[in-house]
């Protein structure tokens, strides 16, 4: 995938992208936002919340480069916010629902 060169437009605003991953795809939307903007305003300009309706601040994690942040965290120039689907499973008990099988498996060799 080719990265695409931002220029930013005025010199109190700062280039921020916002990362959405379903089972399918994942979506990116590079937005610009005032200098002093918060991880929320960010997410609300770009429009990814109209996009996907599913997507509740109140209960949907979310990040920057991989960092759980809060909604007010300010940004800087290219960051990138991410925002976290809530796990189908619990992966601890996945991992020990396959161990046990494992297990059981075994014993009947």
């Known amino acids: ?8 437009k005025n010199p109190r605003q700062i280039i921020v992208e916002v990362a959405y991953a379903i089972p ?6 590079t937005v610009e936002v005032d200098e002093n903007a918060t ?32 909604l007010d965290k300010l940004l800087k120039h290219k960051d990138r916010i991410e925002i976290y689907r809530k796990l189908i499973a619990d992966p601890k008990a996945v ?15």
């Open 95 to 109: 991992r020990k629902q396959r161990a046990a099988e494992g297990k059981k498996m075994k014993k009947g060799q």
């Open 39 to 70: 991880l929320e305003e960010a997410i609300s300009a770009s429009g990814i919340l109209e996009e996907y309706p599913e997507i509740d601040l109140s209960v949907n994690k979310v990040g920057i480069f991989s960092k759980l942040s809060k």
């Open 24 to 29: 399918a795809s994942q979506i990116i939307f």
């Open 1 to 8: 995938m080719e990265s695409e060169m931002v220029v930013v």
